[in-house]
DNA sequence: ATTTGCAATGACTATTGCTCATGTTCTGGG
DNA sequence: CCCAGAACATGAGCAATAGTCATTGCAAAT
């Protein structure tokens, strides 16, 4: 008759919970469906009564699940404050947080992030290096940045690389070019056209390093700094661009432009952060991963969290 | 760099906390002192902290262990909470218990059990069946009591037996008694005492059943119903007594009376909770067997909770 | 009907939490 | 000073169990 409960089952609860399935539950948790499953057959056959209505979608709670969702909504974030708090005192409430960034989206999700991190971890120094760096992990060694987003995680000596999640790439065209009839783009489609990017190095242009290069392909182009603009000039047909499929939501669900995969089976692009090996297990840069990972789960639609 | 901290880990913290030291601890989450000293260990390499400071007694805790242990405080009864709570969705938020009580004593602790029980469960009605009863259990088969506090826990069809905790039975003497002088008193030394007792059958006097009947003895005999009686009459000289050792060590501590064991290794009783098979898993039944132990353990001296 | 998406189930596996046996350290007597 | 005893630490082994894999069952959608 002793109390079953655990951390974990509370956890499963609550993501159970905010994912509306054990399938997605599960993903989130890097757990399988059968775990979460069996967790919660567990936990329903101890308490003698269901915790979710079945058959529905999304999964709904019973009064009963309800409770222990509560208790898990109080208790979770209790628990992880006083773990900060012990990180605090093992390291000294002191540090920085120095961002730099390569990648001009980025900021969609990097400042809803910020605003979080800056509330648990009040005395760290944040900041933005300002400008765009070519590259961006040599100013961890020169001790100007603390963290690097990245696209492409090089292996190099010093250097940790920490998963922040993945989506695909969609290349965007005005809604009545000839291309939007193909149901995906290739390499060669591109060759006529003008294509429009950030003003940045071809290596940091995932369709040109991944895709137009390996087939020889050089269109024209133009840049702009700002992702609007960009699209306004798709939308005036004065070019094509490609971006991440969760950047420009916005504007496909107003059908501003088209968007369409490029190559068959899409084109992957990946975000890391990239730490001082040294510094890898500082509590507060750990934290501000997860909690860019939490922010752009639940904010940015269509991409995965990589890594365990 | 997964959150490795799970509930046990807190209960564990607490116990030792309120315990002192490891081994206390471990015999009352009924685990091995090596459990709570691995379990110590992983947590403190995992935090990279030290969470008690050893080679002290009792144990005192560090920051970080502060943090950690009140966190547990925090939780822990939270998590009681929710769970009655889920018992009451499941069974109901009435009942009854209606507590059978053979033994004099048993009111020092009782009554704040009740207390606390009342707290929790304020929709259960909460009796004490009056008057004390040969057999308290038949009470249960006939629905006049839900639960029977008894010494000796016959195996009886349809009843439960809850293990409350066990204790010794002392002698009491005048402090000027010459038996005083013997370190232990046997059967024998009663032959030619008056034995003061409550007033029930001797079956339910665990001196006489275990060790005057045994040996055939049968001291003169005079009987009073309040604890307090039998400590004036044993101080002034009218006979000797056998009583819980902890109902009266606040009359030991004051030198009211003397106390000696009762044969050598000294005559233990335990107390346990007869309740019916079918309610046994009554959430409030259970709850209220869990009140009694935790009073019990942290108010009364030198008894050992019993069962696990 | 067939497919598709999700949950349930059961057998198997890997983990890990616990115990047991032993080692180490500290303390208080003799 | 040494020894006994009481505490915590440690390592090996075992047993419980959390998790996976493969499959089945069940709806809803096509």
Redesign the pocket.
């Known amino acids: 008759m002793q109390s079953l409960l655990e951390l974990?089952h509370l956890k499963t609860l609550a993501a159970i919970r905010d994912a509306g399935?054990?399938?997605?539950a599960?993903e989130r948790l890097?757990?399988?469906?059968?775990?979460l499953?069996?967790?919660?057959?567990?936990l329903e056959e101890h308490y003698g009564l269901p915790l979710f209505a079945?058959?529905t979608?999304p999964?709904k709670l019973t009064p009963a699940g309800d409770k222990l969702v509560q208790l898990a909504d109080h208790l979770l974030p209790m628990i992880a404050n006083a773990e900060r708090d012990i990180a605090k005192l093992r390291e000294g409430e002191a540090g920085s947080l120095r961002i730099a960034v390569e990648c001009h989206t980025c900021f969609d999700w990097l400042m809803p992030a910020m605003d979080t991190f800056r509330e648990r971890w009040p005395e760290v120094e944040l900041d933005i290096v300002s400008g765009f760096h070519a590259d961006p992990v040599q100013l961890l060694f020169e001790d100007r940045a603390d963290l690097a987003i990245v696209s492409v995680p090089e292996a190099e000596a010093g250097i940790n690389h920490l998963p922040l999640f993945a989506y695909d790439m969609v290349a965007l065209l005005a809604r009545d070019h000839p291309l939007a009839a193909k149901p995906h783009l290739d390499a060669a489609d591109f060759a006529d056209e003008t294509l429009i990017t950030y003003p940045v190095p071809d290596d940091m242009l995932d369709l040109v390093r991944q895709v137009l290069k390996p087939a020889g392909i050089n269109p024209k182009r133009r840049t702009t700094e700002l992702t609007v603009a960009i699209l306004q000039l798709v939308a005036s047909r004065r070019g094509v661009a490609a971006l991440p499929g969760w950047s420009v939501q916005h504007y496909l669900e107003r059908d501003y432009v088209a968007a369409r995969p490029i190559t068959p089976g899409g084109l992957r692009a990946e975000l890391n952060a990239a730490v001082l090996q040294d510094r890898a297990g500082t509590a507060y840069l750990q934290d501000f991963v997860a909690i860019v990972r939490e922010v752009c789960v639940s904010e940015l639609p269509g991409i995965q969290l990589t890594g365990a």
């Open positions: 974990r399935s054990l399938t997605r599960a890097f757990l399988t469906q059968s775990a499953s069996h967790q919660l057959r567990q079945r058959k979608a999964l």
